[in-house]
């Protein structure tokens, strides 16, 4: 699926110039690639204009003249919209949890299950219960964490989630505020989502009743696009920061 635009409803957190603070020590033969219009708006308002700039729609089409204007200009980062993005009713660039409308989080079918350790949660209103159900297994189970008020940072996912195929979060009806701002995984700590695992969110549609809008936490879309691996070095805003692999 295409993540180059988010809609108008998403409420994204684009994070001024803390995103683009490593392009500030590019040296003078190296440069970034923007990878969607927004990134490359929101770089050009924030400090990246004396600094060598790609912008991968407008390169050549045909991947051999695409891979020799990029190995030209030594790219040594790249810059994307995250595809949390893509997800419905955001809020400063987390992801809302509503009373009935659950939010999923799956593994990868190829894989009995991972290691579950913990989410990132803002709650902006009054202490809540969030509910912790799994999915996909033959005797669901659930377990209802409470949630103190005014919390921002991760709060860790019952142990016997460990190795099942995914789990549901929704929260409790009342004046409770929760946004999703990140998944661990057991024994990864540097960044807020786990990119490349295989783990998809889905989403309920407020447009479309029943409907659930599903996205994968991975990147592999741009580096296809760019003939290049990436690595994502940081996932605080709704713009990804990447290195470019060999």
Same mark, same amino acid.
């Given at each position: 699926?295409?993540?180059?635009?988010?809609?108008?409803?998403?409420?994204?957190?684009?994070?001024?110039?803390?995103?683009?603070?490593?392009?500030?020590?590019? *040296?003078?033969?190296?440069? &970034?690639?923007?990878?969607?219009? /927004? %990134? $490359?708006?929101?770089? !050009? @308002?924030?400090?990246?204009?004396?600094?060598?700039?790609?912008?991968?729609?407008?390169?050549?089409?045909?991947?051999?003249?695409?891979?020799?204007?990029?190995?030209?200009?030594?790219?040594?980062?790249?810059?994307?919209?995250?595809?949390?993005?893509?997800?419905?009713?955001?809020?400063?660039?987390?992801?809302?949890?509503?009373?009935?409308?659950?939010?999923?989080?799956?593994?990868?079918?190829?894989?009995?299950?991972?290691?579950?350790?913990?989410?990132?949660?803002?709650?902006?209103?009054?202490?809540?219960?969030?509910?912790?159900?799994?999915?996909?297994?033959?005797?669901?189970?659930?377990? *209802?964490?409470?949630?103190? &008020?005014?919390?921002?940072?991760? /709060? %860790? $996912?019952?142990?016997? !989630? @460990?190795?099942l195929p995914g789990?549901?979060?929704?929260?409790?009806?009342?004046?409770?505020?929760?946004?999703?701002?990140?998944?661990?995984?057991?024994?990864?700590?540097?960044?807020?989502?786990?990119?490349?695992?295989?783990?998809?969110?889905?989403?309920?549609?407020?447009?479309?009743?029943?409907?659930?809008?599903?996205?994968?936490?991975t990147i592999s879309?741009?580096?296809?696009?760019?003939?290049?691996?990436?690595?994502?070095?940081?996932?605080?805003?709704?713009?990804?920061?990447?290195?470019?692999?060999?």
């Amino acid at each position: 699926a295409g993540i180059d635009k988010a809609t108008t409803k998403d409420n994204l957190w684009l994070g001024g110039d803390a995103v683009f603070a490593p392009l500030q020590v590019l *040296q003078a033969d190296q440069s &970034a690639v923007f990878l969607d219009e /927004l %990134s $490359l708006y929101s770089g !050009l @308002a924030h400090g990246t204009t004396g600094h060598g700039i790609l912008f991968l729609p407008i390169l050549p089409a045909e991947l051999g003249d695409r891979a020799q204007a990029i190995d030209e200009a030594r790219p040594r980062y790249a810059l994307g919209l995250s595809p949390v993005a893509r997800l419905p009713r955001l809020e400063r660039g987390g992801i809302p949890l509503f009373p009935g409308d659950p939010l999923e989080v799956s593994g990868p079918p190829s894989l009995p299950g991972l290691p579950w350790g913990a989410i990132r949660l803002e709650n902006v209103g009054q202490e809540t219960m969030l509910e912790v159900q799994s999915v996909g297994t033959s005797e669901p189970k659930s377990e *209802q964490l409470r949630v103190p &008020a005014g919390i921002a940072g991760w /709060l %860790s $996912l019952p142990e016997w !989630l @460990a190795g099942l195929p995914g789990f549901s979060l929704t929260t409790a009806a009342g004046d409770s505020r929760l946004r999703v701002k990140g998944l661990r995984i057991e024994g990864e700590t540097d960044l807020n989502w786990p990119w490349e695992r295989g783990v998809v969110l889905r989403a309920v549609d407020p447009d479309q009743p029943g409907e659930q809008v599903a996205v994968d936490l991975t990147i592999s879309d741009y580096a296809a696009k760019l003939g290049l691996p990436l690595e994502v070095i940081s996932d605080e805003y709704s713009i990804l920061l990447a290195r470019i692999g060999p």
